[in-house]
């Protein structure tokens, strides 16, 4: 398995442009997270989902981000329009994990698209 | 609400020094850590889990309830543990789903 794949690795755009961001999950997880890395603020999850279904966006900064999960092997992350303040590092990590236990299940993360918007 | 907190941006060590990393939580339930690590262009992969209780690399790290507190060490630091680490605390949300919450990371740079 080659991991979790992102795409593209970078991408640098002007503000105001559209940017979507792309990850395909290790096959057979059902966890899908969008994080965004930035020197100030370290890691944060922008939004999660279980089996397709955003359970948790509360991380997504502005109305101008939206994710989706059309299927499992696949998730998009768009920037609409995007600004200089959302260049950062977003990472898409993947893991698989029982619906109702309380146990942690390692995430898998894939190697990072890192943003520029000038 | 749930909060970790890494001091430190950046340690720097000379090889074979003891390193300590620190990190502080809050969380008003029982806290699940863990430390993440991300060389140079790889992944960011997990490093070790306090509920494993193991030593990975010669890292160990230690849950202190009473100071909140889980903090990496290794007795003797190698150039090859230069890396930025993260600590991170798993979050039972009510609706039964897990969420992970990162600190700010601190940069790891061992010097022959």
């Known amino acids: 398995d080659a991991g979790v794949i992102q795409s593209p690795r970078h991408e640098v755009t002007e503000m105001g442009q559209e940017v979507t961001l792309r990850c395909k999950p290790i096959?057979?997880?059902?966890?899908l997270f969008w994080y965004r890395q930035t020197m100030m603020r370290g890691l944060e999850l922008l939004i999660y989902?279980?089996?397709?279904?955003?359970?948790?966006d509360s991380g997504m900064p502005e109305d101008r981000f939206s994710a989706k999960m059309p299927n499992a092997s696949f998730s998009t992350l768009k920037i609409q329009p995007s600004e200089p303040r959302d260049s950062a590092v977003y990472f898409c990590?993947?893991?698989?994990?029982?619906?109702?236990?309380?146990?942690?299940?390692?995430?898998?993360f894939g190697p990072g698209t890192r943003l520029t918007v000038l | 609400a749930q909060r970790v907190t890494q001091p430190e941006k950046l340690l720097s060590v000379f090889k074979g020094a003891p390193v300590e990393l620190k990190c502080n939580y809050s969380?008003?339930?029982?806290?699940?850590l863990f430390w993440y690590v991300q060389y140079s262009r790889q992944r960011l992969q997990l490093l070790l889990r306090?509920?494993s209780r193991e030593s990975i690399k010669g890292f160990t790290a230690d849950l202190n309830k009473g100071e909140t507190s889980f903090h990496l060490k290794k007795p003797f630091a190698q150039e090859e543990d230069s890396a930025m680490y993260y600590c991170?605390?798993?979050?039972?949300?009510?609706?039964?789903?897990?969420?992970?919450?990162f600190g700010t990371g601190t940069r790891l740079l061992v010097s022959p």
């Open positions: 306090h509920i």
């Open positions: 969380y008003s339930g029982s806290p699940e």
């Open positions: 096959s057979g997880h059902d966890y």
């Open positions: 990590a993947s893991s698989w994990g029982a619906l109702s236990a309380p146990i942690y299940n390692e995430q898998f």
């Open positions: 991170a605390l798993s979050s039972l949300m009510n609706t039964g789903f897990q969420k992970l919450v």
């Open positions: 989902f279980n089996n397709n279904v955003p359970i948790d």
